[in-house]
């Protein structure tokens, strides 16, 4: 891990501080430089870690959001006329679906009464016309029902 031509041991190292070099950013000459002072000096907090070092620093408040601006209070007349409208429009939508739904069930009942009136009527027309083709409703084979009848008594 370490070069072998070190002639000491790690922890016997300089350590080497290195100061930061301030950054002057570059201004136009036109314009002079105002300081500005801050409204309050922040406080300064030092925190002892648990190995001795001590951490300095400013302590830094939690940022608050900006507050809303008030929204202007609506009239409840307004309120009132709005929701009547939607009101209005949800039973005019509502009274369109009936009038439909109606107008669908009272088709529905006719082609069921026409196909009624159909089936009984053509019942109706066999039970006319066939019955004035065969001259009665019962054919009786007369000369059997003699034959059986005489030999039954005979």
Known sequence: MYPEH????PAQRAVEVHQPTPYTPAMPASAPVVPV??????AV????????RVVTGYAINPAQP????????????????????VGFLAV??????LTSFIA??????????????????GWIAVQVFGASRHGG???????????????FHG
Do not use: M, Y
């Not at 070190?6 to 041991?9: E, G, I, N, S």
């Not at 669908?104 to 009527?121: D, K, S, Y």
């Open 66 to 85: 900006e507050p809303l601006a008030a929204k202007p209070a609506a009239s409840r007349t307004a309120v009132n006329v709005a929701l009547g409208g």
């Open 45 to 52: 907090a030092s925190i002892v870690l648990p190995d001795g």
């Open 137 to 151: 409703g019962t054919t009786v084979n007369i000369r059997k029902a003699v034959i059986k009848r005489n030999h």
């Open 37 to 42: 002072q801050p409204g309050a000096v922040p």
């Open 104 to 121: 669908a069930l009272t088709a529905f009942i006719t082609q069921l009464l026409t196909l009624a009136a159909v089936i009984f009527g």
């Open 92 to 97: 005019c939508g509502g009274l369109i679906l």
């Open 6 to 9: 070190t002639p000491h041991v």
